[in-house]
Nanobody, 133 residues
Framework: EVQLQASGGGLVQAGGSLTLSCAAS????????IGWFRQAPGKERELVSC????????YYADSVTGRFTASSDNAKNTVNLAMNSLKPDDTAVYYC??????????????????????????WGIGTQVTVSS
């Protein structure tokens, strides 16, 4: 069974830190780009960060650059998103997603945006992040 499990969300004060984890099972993790999206109430789902499991290239949205860091552990089939200096605007449900790269080397955000448009290969259940002011 294909499964993506996100964890690590919670309530934190502004300026605090959280680390989200996305654990994958049922598919060959190292063939996929793994992305983190978030969706706040009344807003569209947006790509926050992604990482390519094939060549390790990463992407960060402008709003999180310098504060969030994605890392992957292929042996554990896990991608982590370390979030520092959190702001109330970071409050959202965070989802991890996986898109098959078919062995091709392309920026991971291209894979994620294509998946968002055409149908992502795999979505995980979201985890709530709430940042209080």
């Amino acid at each position: 069974e294909v499964q993506l499990q996100a964890s690590g969300g919670g309530l934190v004060q502004a300026g605090g830190s959280l680390t989200l984890s996305c654990a994958a099972s049922g598919f060959t993790f190292e063939d996929y780009a793994i992305g983190w999206f978030r969706q706040a109430p009344g807003k569209e789902r947006e790509l926050v960060s992604c990482i390519s499991s094939t060549d390790g290239n990463t992407y960060y949205a402008d709003s999180v650059t310098g504060r969030f860091t994605a890392s992957s552990d292929n042996a554990k089939n896990t991608v982590n998103l370390a979030m520092n200096s959190l702001k109330p605007d970071d409050t959202a449900v965070y989802y991890c997603a996986a898109e098959d790269q078919y062995g091709l080397s392309r920026p991971c955000n291209e894979w994620m945006l294509a998946g968002l448009k055409q149908g992502m290969d795999h979505w995980g259940i979201g985890t709530q992040v709430t940042v209080s002011s």
